[in-house]
């Protein structure tokens, strides 16, 4: 279909524009607004559908986190998009890039109280995207979305907004190009340089490595950094990538979230190198210091995390913004070229304690028992907080991307996301079993985004869903004890069926236990199988910390 005038329309030349962004998967939930986008859909693209828009944004996500390509969404208006907020929010704190766009009522109603318009739409999903706009013409919305993209794919990455009256799609717009644009490059040479000699005189300097490194590739850099230097390695607090191999000698451990915990890990260091992290994200308030004269060093890709570290407790000595793989590898060259003092101290040892079975089974034993039964090649998506340091002690993650979590904080993301990174992994090729990813989620947050399931079992996608039920929001439990509250109601609940849920949702392979004999035999059927599937693991509700 073309104009009168036999020019194409806004939804031809947007199609063509997805095409050559590498971009025809996508992901959404329709409404009525929606159907002069969705009309006449090519042959050539997928439409991902996802039963809430807020399992639409955590599915882009995590495939996004999979492919390193924007994604694209379309959701209904208003309403739907409100749907989705908080999966919006999270990908703006992953630094997810995709675009997000949505549908708005016909332009010739828009001046009216119009059923489903959203007034102010670009405003709607502000703060927490990096471009929002309603384009003033139809004929801009080809153009709208191309600026979308560059934005959400430019350092630091993240969701933008592009809002769409429903009658633009069928009016007349011109074909646009692509242009070429440079990543960004490594920091400034001559600072990376005076970083290389302070960090080679050191004899006794620890790296904090943090999300960044997995976002943007700078896992191998670090890597061979830390062992030049023979220097410790921590996690940043509230990591949501690996940061670094969990089962190296090098590895020592994660920084909490409470200022005091993660200071004493730190405080006898004369040189501290953070890398692609804040300086740094707490959760509770407290005093954070190291002993006085310490040297803090700071790399990320965003200015933004820079300027808070320098007027905050930490106080970095050097900080640099630039490319994380690039800079770091200038250091290492840097460093080859001269001689290198390396750490005099031991790495602090990183005890393991084995988990017994016990009557009652922990979550601690059931990543511990599943740890054992699956190569490093899986991808672990994670949404269990209050069983977070269980899972960091027994579920050492030894690759870039092997982890994922979502750094927000907020519910609802896990389920999707692992849903989106395992369509990724089936669009790789990838082996079911070998490079299967397995979804950790609390039974709290599966209730979040619990439709995810079903686009499991329609794409078939290879994810196994383990469920560690304690009957509530076990993470609230913690941090009530943590922080003294007593009596909190709204934290305990029973009488949810994960296995049935699932089957309701067309998840055909289900197993619910309770013992560490069944355990082994669902993790052995679960993990092999060519489909997805569920196993709801009843773990003791008096066990899990949040930190």
């Given amino acids: ?42 042959e050539d693209f997928r439409y ?67 059923y489903l318009a959203a007034d102010q739409a670009d405003a709607f999903p502000r703060p927490y995207v990096k471009y929002s706009v309603q384009p003033a013409r139809a004929a801009d919305v080809p153009k709208a979305i191309l600026q979308a993209y560059l934005i959400a794919m430019a350092e630091p990455k993240g969701p933008t907004f592009v809002s769409i009256p429903s009658d633009d799609w069928n009016q007349p717009a011109e074909y646009i190009q692509v242009p070429q644009v440079q990543p960004q490059g490594a920091a400034d040479e001559s600072a990376l340089a005076d970083i290389a000699d302070k960090l080679a005189k050191s004899t006794n300097t620890a790296i904090v490595a943090g999300s960044e490194l997995g976002v943007y590739n700078g ?33 020592a451990g994660f920084l909490s979230a409470i200022p005091s915990d993660a200071a004493k890990k730190l ?49 970095p000595t050097i900080s640099l913004s630039g490319d994380l793989a690039k800079s770091v590898a200038k250091i290492n060259q840097h460093l080859a070229a001269q001689s290198v003092a390396t750490n005099a101290k031991a790495v602090p040892t990183l005890v393991r304690n084995p988990v017994e079975k016990g009557e009652t089974l922990s979550a601690a034993y059931a990543v511990q028992l599943l740890r054992s039964m699956v190569p490093d090649t899986v991808t672990l998506v994670e949404e269990a907080p209050s069983h977070r340091p269980a899972i960091q002690s027994h579920f050492p993650v030894n690759r870039n991307r092997g982890f994922m979590t979502m750094a927000s904080g907020g519910l609802g993301y896990g ?3 692992a849903v989106g990174v395992a369509l990724a992994a089936k669009d790789a090729g990838k082996d079911k079993a070998t490079e299967r990813v397995i979804a950790v989620i609390g039974d709290g947050s599966m209730m ?52 049935k849920i699932a089957a309701g949702h067309g998840m055909s392979e289900g197993y619910q236990v309770d013992n560490a004999d069944d355990l082994q035999k669902a993790f052995e059927q679960a993990l092999q199988s060519e489909h997805s599937n569920l196993i709801e693991i009843i773990v003791d509700p008096n066990q899990g910390d949040i930190y």
């Fill in 48 to 114: 991902v559908l996802a039963l809430q828009e807020a399992s639409a944004i955590g599915m882009a996500d995590g495939y996004t986190r999979a492919t390193g390509n924007a994604s694209y969404i379309n959701l209904h208006s208003a309403a739907g998009l409100g749907n989705a907020l908080g999966n919006i929010f999270t990908a703006y704190k992953n630094q997810t890039p995709m675009v997000v766009t949505a549908g708005q009522q016909a332009r010739s109603l828009l001046l009216d109280e119009a």
């Fill in 267 to 315: 405080q006898d260091y004369d040189l501290v190198l953070i890398v692609g992290a804040p300086a740094f994200t707490f959760h509770v308030p407290g005093e954070f210091s190291l002993k006085q004269g310490t040297q803090v060093i700071q790399l990320s890709v965003a200015n933004h995390a820079l300027a808070i570290s320098s007027v905050a407790a930490v106080q």
């Fill in 219 to 251: 896992f191998d850099e670090v890597v061979a950094l830390a062992e030049t230097l023979k220097a410790p390695v921590y996690a940043a607090p509230v990591s949501h990538e690996c940061v670094f191999p969990e089962s190296h000698p090098q590895f």
């Fill in 1 to 42: 279909m073309t104009t009168q005038n036999n020019q194409p329309t806004v939804r031809q030349v947007v199609h063509k524009l997805l095409r050559d962004l590498n971009m025809t998967t996508v992901f959404g939930n329709p409404g009525s607004t929606e159907l002069d986008f969705l009309t006449d859909w090519p």
């Fill in 448 to 499: 979040y985004s619990i439709q995810a399931l079903w686009t499991a079992a329609d794409l078939d996608v290879p994810l196994t869903v383990i469920v560690l039920n304690n009957s509530g929001y076990g993470a609230m439990r913690s941090f009530s004890k943590l922080l003294g509250y007593n009596n909190v109601p709204g934290i305990s609940f029973t009488g949810l069926d994960y296995v």
């Fill in 415 to 417: 389920l999707p996301a």
